[in-house]
């Protein structure tokens, strides 16, 4: 088959405890009592995990709402009356109560769950050693994946290493650094098992180069510019390479090539889902639902000559390169979309909504090579920055940077970041952990102090039992 089909619908895997924050219940769930007793079963539950990758809560609304419109580059999209309750993300008015914060909190706790349940019960099933190894070595990086949504988002959250064998999970919220020291420890020990390259009919399974470039990007978040170069380096050695057509890269042609270090299988077929994260935003009532579309700022953000530019945002009017006439079948809706996501119509598979099969890019080789950049510059090797923003520069159809001390470089790479990485989902983090964010959000609502996090949701605050601290300003 062309791809490992990473949805499972049929079950999901729950723990036995009380009415905690983080006992989310799963549609279809199987009791963990009668599972995980034979090889068969250690291979559904990590693909369980796998499956919430392309879910509602990772890729869809909830997703959207916290990573996307709080930054500069999106806004809600669609019409003004549809899902007005987005703009609270828009404007930083959303509160403890408010369902997206809840949303996406619960979904990032479900997935958790389902990675400790492999780490926990898949070392006691009698099966292949190395399938087993390289099994609980996935549910790691995933877990570090989840993680680090948790921490950008909320900041310091409990730690599970595992599942407790007390039943209990009443515990305190864990310091930022402490839980990006647990992604970190998750990170290094998958990386030391997973291989580089799968069998294709395995093709979506996270790799080595994956659980690397994700650690470097780790580091670039806690500002230990030395390992974050270093790590990215390894990742670089590792034969990826940047696809020299920046639309056949976000198109189904390009997936998973060279320069995909962590991408999300989105494939349709019977029996199986595909995922809502295109049709969410494709383009209104000719395509999808026309939400998360791209800003003036955005618009503004490009340099002339940039081809990124028309190709990252999809217009009222035009006839893509699929040959594709772009008309949306609402007045009342915006003239522009996020192109990165479209699918053409001669690809479309309307078993599972349009643009099921659009797979979700996660990390990009493009980013390795910008994440090299920053740390490079931070340490005082302006050259080794210089070189990588370049070839990313020399993709997008422009000269060299002419940036060139350590206060214009790291400019021109922030800069690089934002329209590079447009609509990805990297923005507001990015404004965040740059303290830019009240330079470029301001006049949003972003205050600071409070804005660079998210409330902890109230009926998570309150199932705490008083063990919980509120994020400051909530």
């Excluded at 309750?85 to 404007?91: C, G, L, S």
Aim: hydrophobic content about 40%; charged content about 20%; some cysteine.
């Amino acid at each position: 088959m062309k791809k490992i089909f990473l949805t499972l619908s049929i079950f999901s895997l729950i723990v036995s405890c009380n009415d905690d924050f983080v006992d989310i219940k799963d549609e279809g769930q199987t009791d963990v009592s009668n599972f995980f007793t034979t090889q068969e079963d250690a291979m559904q539950a990590t693909t369980a995990i796998y499956s919430f990758l392309r879910s509602w809560e990772n890729s869809g609304f909830p997703a959207q709402y916290v990573f996307g419109v709080t930054g500069d580059d999106v806004e809600k999209g669609s019409n003004p009356g549809d899902a007005s309750f987005i703009n609270a993300y828009d404007n930083f008015t959303f509160t403890v109560s408010d369902d997206g914060v809840r949303g996406y909190w619960i979904g990032q706790w479900q997935a958790v769950n389902r990675a400790n349940q492999v780490i926990t019960n898949v070392p006691k099933i009698d099966m292949d050693a190395t399938l087993k190894n390289r099994l609980i070595a996935e549910a790691r990086m995933l877990r570090a994946y989840f993680y680090f949504n948790l921490v950008r988002i909320y900041g310091g959250v409990p730690i599970y290493d595992g599942l407790p064998a007390d039943g209990n999970y009443l515990k305190a919220r864990n310091s930022t650094a402490e839980v990006y020291n647990f992604i970190v420890s998750d990170l290094t020990a998958a990386a030391a098992v997973l291989p580089q390259t799968y069998p294709a009919a395995d093709r979506g399974r996270v790799t080595k180069g994956g659980a690397l470039g994700l650690l470097s990007k780790v580091y670039l978040y806690m500002k230990d510019y030395q390992k974050a170069y270093d790590t990215s380096n390894q990742v670089i050695g590792m034969g990826y390479s940047l696809d020299p057509d920046f639309n056949h890269l976000f198109r189904p042609a390009g997936e998973f090539g060279t320069e995909s270090v962590f991408e999300v299988n989105c494939d349709c077929a019977a029996g199986f889902g595909g995922s809502q994260y295109a049709e969410v935003q494709g383009v209104r009532n000719q395509f999808g639902w026309g939400f998360f579309t791209p800003t003036q700022a955005l618009e503004n953000a490009f340099e002339p000559g940039d081809i990124r530019k028309e190709l990252s945002i999809l217009r009222e009017g035009e006839t893509t390169l699929e040959g594709d006439l772009i008309h949306k079948q609402d007045p009342q809706a915006g003239n522009s979309w996020n192109q990165k996501v479209y699918v053409p119509s001669s690809l479309n598979n309307n078993a599972c909504g349009y643009g099921s099969i659009q797979n979700i890019r996660i990390l990009r080789f493009a980013d390795i090579l910008l994440i090299n950049a920053e740390a490079a510059n931070e340490l005082g090797n302006t050259a080794a920055a210089i070189t990588n923003i370049n070839k990313v520069r020399t993709r997008a159809h422009l000269a060299n940077t002419t940036a060139s001390t350590q206060s214009t470089l790291r400019t021109a790479i922030w800069q690089e970041r934002r329209v590079e990485l447009a609509m990805e989902n990297d923005r507001f983090p990015d404004l965040v952990r740059t303290g830019q964010a009240a330079t470029y959000l301001g006049s949003k609502g972003f205050v600071t102090g409070k804005n660079e996090l998210f409330p902890i949701p109230l009926d998570a605050m309150n199932q705490s039992n008083g063990l919980f601290v509120q994020n400051p300003g909530y």
